[in-house]
């Protein structure tokens, strides 16, 4: 499954990327704007103007078809790992889920398009998700996207209430 999406931004590309690795802003998105039951900054090191990497754990509990939710359990526990790369401005990670952690692969990425003093910017995302589990990997597939999807869109709004002063 791949997956690409593009969001509006309600700041200037230089100012997106200061917010979204800022570690309260991390920890509201995922509370407030997500409703992460948990989420913990595991590692953090580096910075924008050289590379940062960072190392998240959070615990989400989505409603999930029967199938899906007999192979992962009530609550969905993922570590998100990435880099961000200054030169190219692309955050790239892989996400591994705790339950079927050997049959999954979930990568993906995205940067920032706009101008360097006005508003809004445009977020690009992809991503890319394997589950290879007999009978059930294209359900789980579907599902990934459509978390996915809805994931993608609660953050940006998210940002932009944030961004708006809220």
């Not at 961000?84 to 990568?107: Q, Y």
């Amino acid at each position: 499954m791949k997956l690409r999406l593009r969001h509006r931004i309600d700041c200037c590309a230089p100012d997106f990327w200061p917010l979204y690795f800022d570690p309260e802003f991390t920890r509201r998105l995922h509370n407030e704007g997500l409703g992460s039951t948990s989420i913990e900054i595991v590692e953090s090191s580096g910075d924008l103007a050289t590379g940062l990497r960072r190392t998240l754990r959070y615990s989400q509990r989505p409603a999930m078809p029967g199938p899906v939710a007999k192979l992962f359990g009530a609550e969905v526990v993922t570590i998100e790992k990435g880099v961000f790369d200054p030169h190219t401005g692309t955050w790239s990670f892989e996400l591994t889920p705790s339950a079927l952690a050997d049959k999954t692969r979930i990568r993906g990425s995205f940067t920032v398009e706009g101008d360097s003093k006005a508003s809004p910017c445009e977020q690009s995302f992809e991503l890319e998700a394997t589950v290879k589990v007999f009978g059930l990997g294209p359900v789980v597939e579907r599902f990934i996207e459509a978390q996915t999807r809805q994931s993608q869109d609660k953050a940006a709004a998210f940002m932009n209430a944030v961004l708006g002063g809220g």
